[in-house]
């Protein structure tokens, strides 16, 4: 079966400082598709990145980053000069298929508060 | 281009009631996925729907069902609704099933008393 843990709840930190969301997930499957979601009090899940498990290399765009490590089964997501505006819940997401519409199994979240 | 829309917002519905929830895709966009969001479990898989046929589904009883239409929109009916049926349902939609992201709606806010 598949899991994702977000051990990480609630973190909140103050403008401009740096933060790390962590993911942990299990699968069986040599194939398999991670996602990082971000969800403002509004409420709809806001897509940030897929990466597929023959893909190791970081990835940066903008103030984001993710780092994937295989041998560890990590999924890391960095905010850099955090800004209040990043302030949300961010899943991380598991799949098996290819697509972001498939069956994604969903971490508990993590509420990230970024004060001024 | 319009996101994906659900209707209604908000709903009260009594135990033991059924009710029926509406996601209208992006325009264009065929595949349609269903999530449960609750306090307690977190972001469920309910279903996906593909060109009106069910693809895949979670671990849900019988009484959750839905459908696609082949305008892509969809809808999700819960029959004799139980108290832990109270959650925030998400639709979710894609041109396609292997499209890399999926773009969700603002859920349904479903309350049962």
């Known amino acids: 079966a598949q899991k994702v843990t977000q051990a990480q709840t609630e973190i909140s930190v103050v403008e401009k400082e740096d933060v790390t969301l962590d993911c942990v997930y299990e699968?069986?499957?040599?194939?398999?598709?991670l996602f990082w979601y971000k969800q403002p009090p509004s409420g709809e899940l806001v897509f940030l990145i897929r990466?597929?498990?023959?893909?190791?290399q970081n990835e940066i765009s903008g103030r984001y980053s993710w780092n994937f490590q295989k041998s560890t089964s990590s999924f890391n997501f960095t905010i850099t000069a955090s800004q209040v505006v990043d302030s949300a819940v961010y899943f991380c997401?598991?799949?098996?298929?290819?697509?972001?519409?498939?069956?994604?199994?969903f971490g508990k979240g993590i509420t990230l508060s970024v004060r001024p | 281009k319009a996101g994906v829309t659900q209707t209604p917002r908000y709903l009260i519905k009594t135990r033991g009631q059924q009710v029926t929830l509406s996601c209208s895709p992006i325009?264009?966009?065929?595949?349609v996925s269903w999530y449960q969001q609750t306090p307690g479990q977190g972001l469920q898989f309910l279903f996906e729907?593909?060109?009106?046929?069910?693809?895949n589904k979670g671990n849900f009883p019988g009484r959750f069902s839905g459908r696609q239409f082949s305008n892509s929109r969809s809808e999700m009916n819960v029959s004799t609704l139980e108290l832990g049926d109270s959650a925030l349902y998400l639709c979710?939609?894609?041109?396609?099933?292997?499209?890399?992201?999926?773009?969700f709606g603002q859920g349904t806010r479903l309350t049962v008393v």
């Open positions: 979710a939609s894609s041109p396609h099933r292997e499209y890399t992201e999926a773009f």
């Open positions: 699968t069986r499957d040599t194939t398999y598709y």
């Open positions: 990466r597929n498990s023959f893909d190791e």
């Open positions: 997401a598991l799949s098996e298929a290819i697509g972001a519409n498939s069956k994604l199994t």
């Open positions: 325009s264009g966009h065929r595949s």
């Open positions: 729907y593909f060109s009106e046929t069910q693809r």
